[in-house]
């Protein structure tokens, strides 16, 4: 079983859909949570991280569920620049305290 | 700030050959880190490094060496390269806040072993 997993899609949405991804983890010692973003053929940047308590960045909304081993990110009024990879990311896993365990990512495609 | 560096961009190798991928980064992290990306596989970590003169292995450190002799340098070393390593490399450091933690990433190595 992988240790991060995700659905990887792709989810074709229209503009100004909204669109929600979730993401589930094995290891119940994992400490963070994280959303990021990957572009085609480009490098992985930071999206959001994800708070116990929940937290939403402009038109983005991340939660955690502790008890259920999920995190989920929600887009709403999508944009077609939202369109990329995302990847559920989720650190002290299995390779250690401190290392970050990537899920396979979620493939978005908004269309106008 | 230049941010994290790589080179090459594109790199071509015959199966047995070695090669050294190179990193660095200008922001003063002391976390470094190396990963592969596979299609359908997400990123798997290889190497990491939590400060000059200290190394670990990740999840898939077989056939990779790295060093730490400054804070700002993390090169990957391939020493007999295997058509298996075809893949695209990723360097990051990452800062570490109060409140937040925010992996850079450098623009990525493709690798091609024939």
């Known amino acids: 079983r992988k240790e991060v997993e995700q659905d990887p899609g792709p989810f074709n949405v229209p503009e100004g859909a909204t669109v929600a991804f979730n993401c589930t983890y094995s290891?119940?010692?994992?400490?963070?949570f994280f959303w990021y973003r990957q572009d085609c053929r480009k490098e992985p940047k930071l999206l959001m991280s994800?708070?116990?308590s929940g937290n939403e960045d402009g038109r983005f909304t991340a939660q955690l569920n502790r008890a259920s081993q999920y995190i989920s990110l929600l887009i709403r009024d999508s944009k077609l620049s939202d369109s990329a990879t995302y990847l559920c990311v989720v650190r002290g896993g299995d390779t250690g305290r401190r290392a970050l365990t990537f899920g396979s990512g979620t493939r978005l495609q908004v269309q106008p | 700030n230049a941010g994290v560096t790589q080179t090459p961009k594109f790199q071509v190798l015959k199966t047995g050959q070695s090669m050294t991928l190179q990193c660095a980064q200008d922001?003063?992290?002391?976390?470094m880190s190396w990963y592969r990306q596979d299609p359908g596989m997400g990123l798997r970590l290889i190497h990491y490094?939590?400060?000059?003169?200290?190394?670990d292995q990740g999840e898939v450190p077989n056939g990779y060496n790295v060093s730490r002799s400054t804070t700002e340098d993390f090169p990957l070393r391939l020493l007999s390269a295997a058509p298996s390593q075809t893949s695209v490399y990723f360097c990051?450091?990452?800062?570490?806040?109060?409140?937040?933690?925010?992996?850079?990433f450098g623009p990525g190595t493709r690798l091609l072993v024939l």
């Open positions: 990051a450091s990452t800062l570490r806040g109060m409140y937040q933690e925010t992996q850079y």
């Open positions: 922001m003063n992290h002391e976390y």
């Open positions: 290891n119940s010692a994992s400490q963070s």
């Open positions: 994800v708070y116990s």
């Open positions: 490094s939590v400060g000059a003169g200290i190394t």
